[in-house]
């Protein structure tokens, strides 16, 4: 069989860099752009919305920038130093973008009908809405149907990334370094042995991660949603190595063995639940995880972290539907995963998010 070029060894650095920087200035202009229409319009046809929200300051804008250019640098440094492979600073569903764009912009109408008429929890007759947590039935950002449709799934990740002027996949890979480090404890295992769970996988994007960074373990991802998982599905067959399984299952109540994994991801998931639900959540990840298992949770970043940023925590549950933001945003998540039994706790914040890792004591 031909093997494939690693063409990467032969791009020196600096051009892998620019290239890089380029790329992530690309999606930053865009979703900027994108932004700024989009609220003028929605600004028009939904005047209230406006007043909603309080506009920046440049200061504040200006720390933002300074951020995001060092999330860039230290996800930079992550893929020079092989913590994962260069080519995932550059995997970028672009097929989708193309063919979803259009779809997205015409969304926005319904958009406005639902804003209009205040109503956030409000799904197509087709959907099956059974058996669901009422937590879950939301517009979350006002996307049509929740997330339990397919066109939803297909709309997501772009809207993501739109939302995070492009750096929301830089965001999710500064989970990578804590978990490779915490699977240290597992070197002696045959690296396909190494169960990894990332819960509420949504479409894939971070189980794409996993799989760029632990080419053979074995890789798990559940959700709630039917329909996230089907794209998660079809956006994870397009890659090399082994399918991740995926299972439809709530994050509270986990269909797995005791001391299963040996790590365990979850990214963007506990400002969508409501404070019973994040401690389930975090209690059944102690649960599966196996005795000196690793946990890393990335969310946004809370009110203590960056009181700069105080407006614009309060400008994202206005603008856009996130009924437990601002309870997530005052909650210390610390003390949860304290109480559930995980020790070794380290906090960090990039960019707009922020991240704890865990481990689950040795007995
Ligand atoms: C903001 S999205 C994040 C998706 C993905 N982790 C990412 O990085 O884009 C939140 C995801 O959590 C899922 N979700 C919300 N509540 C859940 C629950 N109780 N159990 C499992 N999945 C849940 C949703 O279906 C959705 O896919």
């Given at each position: 069989?031909?093997?494939?070029?690693?063409?990467?060894?032969?791009?020196?650095?600096?051009?892998?860099?620019?290239?890089y920087q380029g790329f992530q200035e690309g999606k930053k202009v865009f979703g900027f752009l994108h932004k700024q229409i989009s609220d003028r319009?929605?600004?028009?046809?939904?005047?209230?919305?406006?007043?909603?929200?309080?506009?920046?300051?440049?200061?504040?804008?200006?720390?933002?920038?300074?951020?995001?250019?060092?999330?860039?640098?230290?996800?930079?440094?992550?893929?020079?130093?092989?913590?994962?492979?260069?080519?995932?600073?550059?995997?970028?569903?672009?097929?989708?973008?193309?063919?979803?764009?259009?779809?997205?912009?015409?969304?926005?109408?319904?958009?406005?009908?639902?804003?209009?008429?205040?109503?956030?929890?409000?799904?197509?007759?087709?959907?099956?809405?059974?058996?669901?947590?009422?937590?879950?039935?939301?517009?979350?950002?006002?996307?049509?149907?929740?997330?339990?449709?397919?066109?939803?799934?297909?709309?997501?990740?772009?809207?993501?990334?739109?939302?995070?002027?492009?750096?929301?996949?830089?965001?999710?890979?500064?989970?990578?370094?804590?978990?490779?480090?915490?699977?240290?404890?597992?070197?002696?295992?045959?690296?396909?042995?190494?169960?990894?769970?990332?819960?509420?996988?949504?479409?894939?994007?971070?189980?794409?991660?996993?799989?760029?960074?632990?080419?053979?373990?074995?890789?798990?991802?559940?959700?709630?949603?039917?329909?996230?998982?089907?794209?998660?599905?079809?956006?994870?067959?397009?890659?090399?190595?082994?399918?991740?399984?995926?299972?439809?299952?709530?994050?509270?109540?986990?269909?797995?063995?005791?001391?299963?994994?040996?790590?365990?991801?979850?990214?963007?998931?506990?400002?969508?639940?409501?404070?019973?639900?994040?401690?389930?959540?975090?209690?059944?990840?102690?649960?599966?995880?196996?005795?000196?298992?690793?946990?890393?949770?990335?969310?946004?970043?809370?009110?203590?972290?960056?009181?700069?940023?105080?407006?614009?925590?309060?400008?994202?549950?206005?603008?856009?539907?996130?009924?437990?933001?601002?309870?997530?945003?005052?909650?210390?998540?610390?003390?949860?995963?304290?109480?559930?039994?995980?020790?070794?706790?380290?906090?960090?914040?990039?960019?707009?998010?922020?991240?704890?890792?865990?481990?689950?004591?040795?007995?």
């Open positions: 069989m031909q093997s494939t070029p690693n063409l990467e060894q032969f791009v020196p650095d600096e051009v892998t860099k620019l290239a319009l929605t600004n028009t046809v939904v005047p209230e919305q406006g007043s909603k929200s309080t506009p920046l300051s440049p200061e504040v804008f200006e720390k933002l920038q300074v951020r995001l250019k060092s999330l860039e640098e230290k996800d930079w440094k992550d893929a020079k130093n092989g913590v994962y492979p260069n080519s995932l600073l550059f995997d970028n569903p672009w097929s989708d973008f193309f063919r979803y764009y259009p779809e997205l912009c015409l969304d926005m109408v319904k958009i406005w009908g639902r804003l209009q008429k205040k109503e956030y929890q409000k799904f197509d007759d087709k959907i099956d809405r059974v058996g669901y947590p009422d937590y879950y039935l939301q517009n979350f950002h006002y996307q049509t149907d929740g997330y339990l449709s397919d066109m939803s799934a297909n709309l997501y990740d772009l809207q993501v990334e739109i939302l995070f002027n492009g750096a929301a996949d830089a965001m999710r890979r500064r989970i990578l370094a804590p978990l490779k480090q915490g699977l240290g404890a597992f070197a002696a295992l045959p690296p396909q042995q190494i169960k990894v769970l990332d819960v509420a996988c949504g479409t894939g994007r971070t189980l794409r991660m996993l799989r760029g960074t632990l080419p053979k373990a074995s890789l798990f991802g559940t959700d709630l949603s039917p329909a996230y998982l089907r794209k998660a599905n079809q956006m994870l067959s397009e890659i090399s190595g082994e399918l991740p399984q995926l299972l439809q299952s709530n994050a509270e109540s986990l269909p797995y063995l005791d001391n299963y994994f040996h790590g365990l991801t979850s990214v963007f998931l506990f400002h969508e639940l409501p404070a019973p639900a994040r401690q389930a959540v975090i209690n059944e990840a102690f649960r599966v995880l196996q005795p000196g298992g690793v946990l890393v949770i990335c969310d946004s970043i809370q009110a203590t972290d960056s009181p700069d940023f105080a407006e614009m925590m309060n400008n994202f549950p206005a603008i856009f539907h996130e009924p437990y933001y601002r309870h997530y945003t005052t909650d210390n998540l610390e003390d949860r995963l304290t109480e559930a039994g995980f020790i070794n706790l380290q906090v960090e914040n990039h960019f707009v998010s922020k991240y704890w890792t865990a481990y689950k004591p040795v007995v």
